[in-house]
């Protein structure tokens, strides 16, 4: 009845497309997610310090109903630019909210993460960039890692990065989710590395990981050390973007996004701090089906916080050591089965 | 440096009163967290059909500084009226806003579960309810259970009830958390009976229980037979309050609430559904520390999050079989130890 999708990955929503610029020297990246012809579209800012771009109008009160294309990338607030070449790239193909005249105004929500501090700070994505990603864009599209936004991302002291995940029904729902993981708290177990939320795994997709054990140490559990140890502000931040292709309203759209939300908490320990700017989008592209009842959407909430928390796991089993930072493969060899 | 609180309750942050009205036939009733002279105060409401009295003055733009008492009520939006009995409790004692002429309007935020399918259809707590509950508030309360606005909750197809827990550090901080779980989603692994969250307890407090077994079924990973069979909305609901001895602005005391939302999300799934009034309230009586700054706010939000999961564990296991629902030890003896 349920089922990873063909790619297990965002791209899986029909109609959704994903580019990625990355610089591996630099470090650092941007993602762009193309919602075909507009997509419905909500948001959640849950985070203290977000870097954000074009989210108020998401607020189910305000005028534009569809955007067409989200952008995540790194370079902290300076990467918002990227969604400028994005825009270019969308009014070169009339994509856009119709102005009348056959103009459009390309409609690009963004958000962005700190990697400054990882490679270079003086590299940060521009709209060039954005335009390249948007170049890059293809309808299948499952790369992982250090990629795109998550070429400079670390994840509660090791290397982060960007994972995908998705699930599809029986019925015909699918749900997508994209991810950058960048966050002040742990995917993992700090003593035996088991990746919180490896336990929603869906048709084996996590085989490659030991159980966790039943004793975890969670972290010290007076969080004294996480917040000594990190106590700049703004240079955390977990942003991604879940899809479906149910139809739904930009209420229905926000509420995903808000359930969303409760899949980074399952993976991430703590989640939502003063340090992360944790906001994750929610995409509708709305082919077939009517707008849901609230049972389905409750349900689809549910399911786009399962399809999140699997794309944290995979973003960090995905990225590899880069810019001083240990993966999470090298720094816990034992929580991989066939490990001595 | 982290342990249990004297009475693990939220009765551990000095000043933080709790009393109850239980009706045990009819099964409702309402709980007063009574915050001494009046302590700042936020919320966060994350469930899709909440009801709620006086969060909006709670707004850090918003003028009023301190609320003298916070309501937890069974009697779904009727039982709202039991904050009324709360006020003029508090207006006899001369507690309240200042209004001038030595006249005080009490502030008195209150939110509320649906119980009125569970016992009596009729009963609903009233301001003279309240009233009792007040007076009934004592500075050490650690009844847990079928008691006050637990009395006639129900959570995840099992009998729900009222929990609580606190966190003291040995640098004075302490946090403590009271809940009411009511919700639709599932604070237990349906086979194994698993609790979800038990992995965070402290000093062994959940020692009576068995680990929680490697491959957890979790749900039905669509969700389906959840949504299917219980599709009524505002029919649950899990409402708490988390309190700290530390200082906090409005706004830290928001930003408190909304990380305490992360500790339900951990302790039941799906939490903040379309069917469910998510609300949690956040006091901070603030004796003596100054204003907290960003990190010790992120960790402070942190604890109150793990503190407020083990709330919810307890209150499973305190709650006893009633009105038709059987209570989680009932339904999972084997999830215990000692048991066969």
Chains 1, 2 share one sequence.
Not at 30 to 38: D, F, K, N, Q, S
Not at 224 to 250: E, H, M, Q, S, Y
Request: with cysteine.
């Amino acid at each position: 009845v349920v089922s990873v999708g063909a790619d297990n990955a965002i791209t899986d929503v029909p109609g959704i497309e994903v580019g990625h610029w990355t610089d591996p020297h630099a470090l650092t990246g941007t993602t762009v997610i193309l919602a075909g012809g507009g997509a419905v579209a909500g948001v959640d800012v849950r985070g203290a310090a977000p870097g954000t771009r074009e989210t108020d109008l998401l607020d189910p009160v305000n005028l534009v109903q569809r955007v067409q294309a989200v952008v995540l990338s790194g370079g902290s607030a300076f990467g918002l630019d990227s969604a400028g070449g994005v825009m270019r790239y969308l009014e070169e193909r009339g994509q856009g909210q119709d102005v009348g005249g056959g103009r459009v105004v390309p409609i690009v929500p963004a958000a962005v993460i700190f990697d400054l501090d990882v490679g270079s700070w003086e590299m940060r994505p521009s709209g060039e960039h954005g335009y390249l990603a948007a170049v890059n864009a293809v309808p299948r599209n499952s790369e992982q890692g250090n990629v795109g936004a998550g070429t400079g991302a670390r994840a509660g002291g090791l290397k982060g990065g960007l994972g995908g995940a998705s699930t599809e029904l029986s019925d015909g729902l699918v749900v997508g989710a994209l991810v950058v993981v960048n966050s002040i708290g742990r995917a993992h177990d700090p003593e035996s590395g088991a990746l919180f939320g490896s336990e929603l795994g869906l048709d084996g997709e996590f085989e490659s990981l030991r159980a966790a054990p039943a004793g975890m140490a969670l972290f010290d559990r007076d969080y004294g050390r996480l917040f000594a140890a990190n106590p700049l502000a703004g240079r955390n931040t977990t942003i991604g973007v879940v899809a479906t292709n149910a139809r739904l309203d930009k209420a229905q759209a926000k509420k995903m996004a808000q359930m969303a939300h409760d899949g980074m908490t399952r993976a991430i320990r703590p989640a939502h701090t003063m340090f992360d700017g944790d906001t994750i989008f929610a995409l509708a592209t709305g082919q077939g089906e009517e707008v849901m009842g609230s049972a389905p959407l409750a349900r689809l909430g549910a399911i786009a916080a399962d399809t999140f928390t699997r794309a944290i796991v995979h973003a960090m089993l995905a990225a590899t050591s880069a810019g001083g930072l240990e993966c999470h493969r090298d720094a816990f060899p034992s929580a991989y089965r066939g490990a001595e």
